[in-house]
């Protein structure tokens, strides 16, 4: 059963660009989490939001959460090389207790 | 530095064989769980693990058991192996039930079956 979808699947962008990942989700969470996955590597936890904020920041990462819309955005400023990657929205349920990832975006930043 | 380890990077194996995937965490994380990750269908979890000699059925678990003898070490176990179960494996470990914590992954193990 999948909750989160990442919207877009691929993105390219150029160096020193600011780079906006979106995702949804169907029912009501407790948080969502944002992770990283390098090519053929395990995943990495960058931010976790809970359903009380609205806004969260990490170094060049910035979280946002729209419970209203059920919906995340992250927005990575001044991209560089080494953050072409897939990213990955997880959410919880209020419903059961299992985190359920989206399939991600494929990021690749040009030089 | 916190870690999730998993006992083998790439790992090929034939048709029938049991194949037995490792993963050992050194953070004292009472929860683990085993993923698998197919182009196209994302992570899609196939047991999980609250405590030892505890185990869950994930979304997937047809053709696979776990086991959880110590708190450090959640086994994957392919009791006999297909060609469709050539994946990307992933474990993972977390402090907390639930979302409230994230999860800490291995490196992942490149399964394939012959």
């Known amino acids: 059963s999948q909750q989160g979808e990442e919207d877009p699947q691929a993105l390219s962008i150029q160096e020193g660009e600011n780079a906006t990942m979106n995702c949804s989700y169907k029912t009501s969470i407790n948080n969502l989490q944002w992770y990283r996955q390098n090519s053929g590597r395990g995943l990495v936890h960058l931010i976790l939001i809970r359903s009380n904020e609205r806004e969260k920041h990490s170094g060049r990462l910035r979280v946002t959460l729209d419970t209203s819309k059920k919906s995340s955005s992250l927005l990575i400023t001044a991209s560089r090389a080494a953050d072409t990657a897939s990213y990955f929205c997880a959410t919880d349920s209020k419903r059961d207790d299992k985190i359920i990832f989206g399939k991600g975006t494929r990021l690749h930043i040009l030089p | 530095d916190v870690k999730v380890t998993q006992s083998s990077r790439y790992l090929v194996k034939r048709t029938g064989e049991k194949v037995f995937l490792e993963c050992v965490q050194d953070?004292?994380?009472?929860?683990m769980f085993w993923y698998r990750q197919d182009p196209g269908l994302g992570l899609r979890l196939i047991y999980f693990s609250y405590d030892v000699k505890m185990k869950e059925k994930g979304d997937i678990p047809e053709g696979y058991s776990v086991s959880r003898e110590k708190k450090e070490r959640f086994s994957l176990i392919l009791e006999s192996a297909s060609t469709n179960q050539t994946s990307m494996y992933l474990c993972?470990?977390?402090?907390?039930?639930?979302?409230?914590?994230?999860?800490?992954f291995g490196s992942g193990t490149r399964l394939t079956v012959v």
């Open positions: 993972a470990s977390s402090l907390i039930h639930r979302g409230d914590y994230g999860y800490t």
């Open positions: 953070m004292d994380h009472e929860n």
